[in-house]
């Protein structure tokens, strides 16, 4: 889940339909991005962020990202 992306529109005092909406995107796929069920592309990150103010950029940083493979030991 895009905690932060949620956090962001609340913060705005938007629904997801009025963010889908002023995107150009249907809410359910918004619900779906925030979600983390779909990913957007870069013209709809673009569409969201710009909506809701912030650098596109932050749908695609790998923060908070957990990685699965297992870390080697040191001999």
């Given at each position: ?22 995107s150009g995107i249907s809410r ?7 979600r983390g069920t779909a990913n ?36």
């Amino acid at each position: 889940m895009r905690h932060w992306l949620k956090q962001i529109r609340l913060s705005k005092g938007l629904t997801q339909f009025q963010v889908a909406e002023m995107s150009g995107i249907s809410r359910s796929y918004y619900a779906d991005i925030e979600r983390g069920t779909a990913n957007a592309g870069g013209s709809t990150a673009k569409s969201i962020a710009d909506v809701l103010g912030f650098e596109m950029s932050l749908f695609f940083a790998q923060q908070g990202r957990v990685s699965r493979q297992k870390s080697k030991k040191s001999a």
